[in-house]
């Protein structure tokens, strides 16, 4: 694997054994840091800021981003994508809770066919009451 010297390796070996398991889920150096892609959507994008913090961003369904902007840290909106939401990364980050929205973020961006194959959290599924 190359390196990855913006992002602590321990962090993107986590982000690795969830988004590797997703059909067809493609890492890939970016600009900035490390990405996942289904197809040509982003399906995760981890990335050290210039104020030494490392966030990752990813998608959200419409009531997870108002959640998210009403929560304040680690939790953001961005500013651009209507639907792109991310968290602050750090030594106290919730790696199973970044599972599930990273389960959710996978479901929302790949092909309807793909997304079928990922059980998804009982909470995120929209067919299913939470």
């Known amino acids: 694997m190359p390196e990855r010297p913006d992002v602590p390796l321990e962090w993107v070996e986590r982000l690795r054994t969830v988004l590797d398991g997703f059909p067809d889920c493609i890492e890939e150096s970016a600009w900035v840091g490390v990405r996942w892609r289904v ?3 982003t399906v995760a994008h981890v990335f050290g800021g210039e104020d030494q913090l ?3 961003t990813f998608r959200a369904e ?3 981003v108002t959640a998210f902007q009403h929560l304040g ?6 500013s651009w994508g209507r639907n792109v939401v991310g968290i602050l990364l750090d030594d106290n980050t919730d790696w199973e809770e ?9 479901c929302i961006q790949a092909p309807v066919r793909l997304a079928q194959q990922v059980p998804r959290p009982r909470s995120l599924r ?5």
């Open 126 to 130: 929209p067919d299913q009451p939470a």
């Open 39 to 41: 197809g040509q959507a």
């Open 62 to 64: 419409p009531d997870e």
């Open 54 to 56: 490392f966030r990752i």
């Open 73 to 78: 840290a680690p939790y953001f909106k961005v």
């Open 98 to 106: 970044l599972a599930e929205l990273l389960t959710d973020s996978y």
